[in-house]
């Protein structure tokens, strides 16, 4: 039986090319609405992941220097952008290191299970770290501990922010890193609160409902210069 064969353009032939399209659920217009569709909800979902409106509107990046081996201080402070928490570690031998990222948040969870308030008199470096402003957004104390600063002055020049913190955990707003891991369950980030701040404030009783993004998490160990955040210099 010979079959028929129609020449390009032939209406007969666009009639069979649309019939067999329809019969097998092939539109291009849909096939395109689907996949901007696709497109958009990954868009919205990432936004949404990486948009969180319930931590603290500031983070803050403090330089700590190991005085004398094993003694710490805090040597510079200040305010930095949404969620970018980070120590700066100036040892004793000369070598820099970050400490930030997972690496932060795991070495305060840790100090934070050991030590239910802040040790006043330890000079170790998570003693005073968790005594600086990381510390502070995270629930560990109400007054600045000027002990731990080399110079009164940097706790005044951060009154300010102090403030604004302050505020907002008022409002319900929590602390949580760039890099940190895990999902929102506490507003500190699985880091307890000072039993003291909890009782007074009221923070860490709440649970957080937004979902953690996923940032790349940072280590501790990398060799890192303190102009890397941006003006402590040295």
């Given amino acids: 039986m010979n079959k028929p064969y129609f020449r390009l353009g032939d209406w007969r032939r666009n009639v069979l090319m649309v019939a067999a399209a329809a019969s097998l659920g092939v539109g291009l217009p849909a096939c395109s609405s689907n996949s901007d569709s696709q497109t958009g909800t990954a868009d919205g979902e990432w936004t949404s992941g990486n948009t969180s409106s319930d931590s603290y509107s500031?983070?803050?990046i403090t330089e700590m220097t190991e005085v004398q081996p094993g003694q710490w201080k805090i040597t510079a402070e200040r305010p930095a952008g949404k969620e970018q928490v980070a120590a700066v570690l100036k040892h004793f031998d000369g070598k820099v290191d970050t400490l930030q990222g997972q690496a932060l948040q795991k070495q305060m969870q840790d100090y934070s299970r050991a030590y239910p308030e802040n040790r006043a008199g330890g000079t170790g470096m998570m003693d005073i770290l968790m005594w600086g402003g990381i510390g502070y957004m995270a629930g560990r104390f109400l007054t600045p501990n000027v002990g731990a600063y080399a110079n009164p002055g940097i706790i005044q020049q951060n009154n300010g922010w102090r403030s604004r913190v302050a505020q907002e955990r008022g409002q319900g707003r929590g602390f949580f890193g760039r890099g940190f891991g895990g999902s929102r369950t506490s507003p500190s980030a699985g880091i307890r609160p000072s039993t003291s701040v909890t009782r007074t404030t009221g923070f860490g009783r709440s649970s957080v409902r937004s979902t953690a993004p996923?940032?790349?998490?940072?280590?501790?160990?990398?060799?890192?210069s303190s102009r890397g955040f941006g003006g402590f210099g040295g």
Avoid: Q
């Fill in 58 to 60: 500031e983070g803050v």
């Fill in 214 to 224: 996923s940032g790349r998490s940072s280590g501790f160990g990398s060799r890192a």
